[in-house]
């Protein structure tokens, strides 16, 4: 291959399983040298307290595992699952917790991590919900924000990437279920 830059056609990746897709938004290099900033920001961010990184499954699956390791300060790790849809396809508008952190919030540093901020409806409902808790903190780190969400209660005090308004999948983001597993960030066609 002659130049360096590759068009999605010319790659053969045998994890897209022949589906299209239109670009890579942000590769694994690109990927790479943002989480290591974040890492510093957030770093620098809790000089004290307890930290407590909570990642919202599934989505943020691998993103939270890449950022926790570039986060040089003491902190716990937890999870939780939302559901932003009922039994239908089509968004209900309620957001459920499946799982709840046993760990305890109260008194701590909560940062809660996020692949993407899309309508911002899943963020509004669990900041509520984890305020309820009374951490000494409460902050939101997403991979990815559309920009697009006008009810956004709570600030994204930790970005990745402003995300091309695009149905992307790749390091978490789904589509059906397929493709969390590739290691960079591509939309589909
Ligand atoms: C996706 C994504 C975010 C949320 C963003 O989760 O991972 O959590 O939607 O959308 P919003 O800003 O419009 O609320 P999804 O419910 O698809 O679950 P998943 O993380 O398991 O893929």
């Given at each position: 291959?002659s130049?360096a830059?590759?068009?999605?056609?010319?790659?053969?990746?045998?994890?897209?399983?022949g589906?299209?897709?239109?670009r890579?938004?942000?590769d694994?290099?690109?990927?790479?040298?943002r989480?290591?900033?974040?890492?510093?920001?957030?770093?620098?961010?809790?000089?004290?307290?307890?930290?407590?990184?909570?990642?919202?499954?599934k989505?943020?699956f691998?993103?939270?595992?890449?950022?926790?390791?570039?986060?040089?300060?003491p902190l716990?790790?937890?999870?939780?699952v939302?559901?932003?849809?009922?039994?239908g396809?089509?968004?209900?508008?309620?957001?459920?917790?499946?799982y709840?952190?046993?760990?305890?919030?109260e008194?701590?540093d909560?940062?809660l991590?996020e692949?993407?901020v899309?309508?911002?409806?899943?963020l509004?409902?669990?900041?509520?919900i984890?305020g309820?808790?009374?951490?000494?903190?409460?902050?939101?780190c997403a991979?990815?924000?559309?920009?697009?969400a006008g009810?956004?209660?709570?600030?994204?005090?930790?970005?990745?990437?402003d995300?091309?308004?695009?149905?992307l999948?790749?390091?978490?983001?789904d589509?059906?279920?397929?493709?969390?597993?590739?290691?960079?960030?591509?939309?589909?066609?």
């Open positions: 291959m130049s830059i590759k068009t999605v056609q010319e790659i053969s990746d045998p994890r897209l399983s589906r299209a897709v239109k890579i938004a942000f694994e290099a690109a990927i790479a040298a989480v290591g900033e974040l890492g510093r920001e957030i770093s620098a961010a809790y000089p004290d307290g307890e930290l407590l990184v909570l990642g919202l499954l989505g943020s691998i993103f939270l595992s890449d950022l926790v390791r570039q986060i040089t300060r716990q790790v937890d999870f939780l939302a559901s932003s849809y009922g039994d396809m089509v968004s209900s508008g309620t957001v459920r917790l499946v709840d952190p046993e760990t305890q919030l008194g701590k909560i940062l991590v692949d993407i899309d309508s911002g409806r899943t509004n409902r669990l900041m509520h984890l309820e808790r009374k951490p000494r903190s409460l902050e939101i991979l990815l924000h559309k920009r697009i009810g956004l209660e709570h600030e994204t005090r930790f970005v990745g990437f995300a091309p308004h695009e149905f999948v790749g390091y978490g983001l589509h059906a279920e397929n493709f969390r597993h590739l290691p960079y960030i591509a939309s589909l066609q």
